[in-house]
């Protein structure tokens, strides 16, 4: 596979993945208004952080206001992890390398980008947030849908579902990352925001079913690193990660050679996630397990750029 269209593809799966995830979360901190969270430019300087650039956002409007945080964070064309600019790389992507997925998947990555293109602030806040951000989720899905249903088991699907699942074990640390940083201590997270958490990766119901000790900060953590059979815990994306790996073997030698390594690598980063138990992860170990598995994931990321991709080009976005 050439080095552009790995790339390609390898970066169409990361940035649906990503958009998926800040409309899931963006829904998210809307329903805890709902429940009574009136808190916000507290809320919404939160999601800021978790999802965006704190610091370009306080740049351009100071203040943290809904309208603003909504459109920076949906919309805004400058802002690169926004709804829109991600929805846009995966389809300038798409676009370079239309010959290597079904034409079905172009059409609606194209179609929804163009709706997405013409949505303003205002029919955001006026028509209900909540129906847009489902409106998103559905169209990421319908692309995502589509792509198991037609797309053959090649290289191209391999490559592109590896970094959909990469981002994913990203976008879950990130996520615990922020919601750490907001609990400056054990016990003190809420129990709305702790199931707001859940309900952000879809999790709600399934941590219900296979976790009972609480709903607390550490049984959280828990279920979203380690539970194996969860699609969005990182333990999982991370299997799934290296799975994808080993289903891009060919009959070359020299790259195999370097895919071999690649492969090792994620192994280790799988393993060693596999060797914790539920006790080491605690409130007050919960910061090193996750600068831990964030280094991996961005080792992970920067060995991918070096073993398929064209030199000098950035490796994460």
Known sequence: MLDRIAESLFWIGRYLERAENHARLLDVYYHLRDDGDKQDEAVWKRVAEAIGDPALYEEKFGTYRERDVLFFLALDTAQTNSLLCCVAQARDNLKNIREQLPAELWNLLNGFYLWLKGVKTDDIVEQSPHR??????????????????????????????????????????????????????????????????????????????????????????????LQEVFPRSVQFALASFEQHLKSLRGPSAKADSALERMIRLAGKARSELGYLERGDITFGSLDNVLNHLQLSNRQLGETMAKTFFSPGREVTA
């Open 132 to 225: 847009f951000f489902h409106k998103v989720k559905e169209g990421l899905a319908a692309f995502q849908g589509t792509a198991v249903s037609i797309a053959p088991r090649d290289e191209s699907w391999h490559m592109m579902e590896a970094g959909r699942y990469l981002e994913r074990s990203e976008n879950v640390i990130r996520l615990l990352r922020s919601v750490r940083k907001a609990v400056p201590e054990e016990g003190a997270a809420s129990y709305g925001r702790m199931m707001a958490m859940l309900s952000s990766v879809g999790g709600a119901e399934a941590f219900r079913r296979m976790d009972s000790a609480g709903v607390n900060l550490e049984e959280i953590a828990r279920f979203l690193i």
